[in-house]
């Protein structure tokens, strides 16, 4: 994270609520185009965050928690692309590159599996998310932030492990399956588990393939397009595709997809404030 960035702790959901207040993270204003996003990141849901509250209230509480964290994780990517096309630029016209960035370069190869000198696969993968599919599929995976495994394991993607010590066993795992929910230490470190997942996995090069094609033509990324190429996310397959696509237009999440961070870290009670 940037130097001053907030990491916020709460206890409870009627904390969060507080905190998010004190944030003025307003959606409508958001969605409008017309404010960024407060740059604050929730470590972790309250463990309470499954009990009832009205719909429209845990909705907005869910958008404003889970959004930052999906735009703090594309800012990093695009981070790492923007020194990637430095590099590759630099090769272009000097054929030399420091051993710094060829160091760098060969652990960004190595994290996004792919060899060093294979710019075009590299400039594929090392790319920011659709905000619009992100947090459609923080919802359907999370149940809006209720699901044990995102309140106790700050799991908001469903993603997999096969091991059950890394992670939490689904009441509904069928018999012979081996596979675990795999947890995390943060929803920050879930959100980035979900964006190098798209990126590099080959069940997502669809994914990867469309996106490039809208990046070629300027244009902006269409999150309701970019979920048709989902389907190997779940073995419900194009009804898990139609699932996503429904609570885009349900929820208006395409309004999101230009939401951009605010530059400059919110004030916060330092009581609210993780020390590291």
């Known amino acids: 994270m940037e130097i001053g960035d907030p990491i916020i702790e709460v206890a409870s959901a009627a904390a969060l609520g507080r905190t998010l207040g004190e944030a ?19 470590e972790s849901l309250p463990a309470d965050f499954d009990k009832r509250m009205a719909v429209d209230k845990r ?18 990517v695009l981070a790492e692309r923007r020194r990637l096309v430095s590099i590759e630029e630099q090769l272009s016209s000097s054929h030399y590159i420091h051993p710094i960035d060829l160091f760098w370069l060969e652990q960004l190869a190595e994290k996004y599996r792919v060899s060093p000198d294979d710019f075009a696969t590299l400039l594929r993968r090392v790319d920011a998310v659709s905000p619009t599919v992100a947090l459609a599929q923080s919802i359907e995976e999370s149940g809006w932030g209720r699901s044990r495994f995102a309140r106790l394991g700050n799991a908001l993607f469903g993603q997999r492990v096969w091991s059950e010590s890394g992670g939490f066993v689904p009441e509904e795992r069928a018999e012979g399956e081996t596979f675990a929910v795999r947890a995390f230490d943060s929803l920050l470190d879930s959100v980035r588990g979900y964006v190098l997942n798209l990126n590099r996995h080959y069940a997502y090069a669809d994914f990867r393939h469309m996106r490039a094609q809208m990046r070629a033509n300027a244009t902006e990324l269409d999150g309701g397009r970019l979920s048709e190429t989902l389907v190997n996310y779940s073995e419900r397959r194009w009804g898990y595709v139609e699932a996503i ?16 961070l605010a530059t400059e870290p919110v004030a916060m009670d330092d009581t609210l404030v993780a020390s590291r």
Do not use: W, Y
Request: aromatic share 8%.
């Open 24 to 42: 003025e993270c307003d959606l409508k204003s958001i969605r409008r185009g017309s404010a960024r996003v407060p740059r604050f990141f929730v």
């Open 59 to 76: 909705k907005r509480m869910f958008i404003r928690t889970v959004l930052p964290l999906i735009l703090k994780a594309n800012e990093e």
């Open 245 to 260: 696509r429904k609570l885009i237009a349900s929820n208006r999440l395409e309004q999101f997809e230009n939401a951009r």
